[in-house]
């Protein structure tokens, strides 16, 4: 069973950082791209990055470039989110999330190329 487990949310002042971490299980998690998406309430579930199964690739939504940088650790099963310069505008649910097919050579910001999502953690960024 692929279980994902998102941690490191909390409440921050705008300007600060917070890393998220997500640890996967039940995958070759190496073989497999991952992303990142956010939730605010009242809105849809958005694209926030990915990254490649090999990690040479990323993408960020516009609203996040140059400010928070997605990682892996395939010796970890895990993969990272750095948000630096937060907003109060960045406050949702974070969900990780692993694409569905192994070693897919492009990826898109489109929650259907996922199958597997974590429970997601809370950021709450204060002004």
């Known amino acids: 069973q692929v279980q994902l487990v998102e941690s490191g949310g909390g409440l921050v002042q705008a300007g600060g950082s917070l890393r998220l971490s997500c640890a996967v299980s039940g995958r070759t998690f190496s073989m497999y791209n991952m992303g990142w998406f956010r939730q605010a309430p009242g809105k849809e579930r958005e694209f926030v990055a990915a990254?490649?199964?090999?990690?040479?690739?990323?993408d960020y939504a516009d609203s996040v470039k140059g400010r928070f940088t997605i990682s892996r650790d395939n010796a970890k099963n895990t993969v990272y989110l750095q948000m630096n310069s937060l907003k109060p505008e960045d406050t949702a649910v974070y969900y990780c999330a692993v694409d569905r097919r192994p070693q897919r050579s492009v990826f898109t910001t489109s929650r259907s190329q996922y199958d597997y999502w974590g429970q997601g953690t809370v950021v709450t960024v204060s002004s």
């Open positions: 990254i490649s199964w090999s990690g040479r690739s990323t």
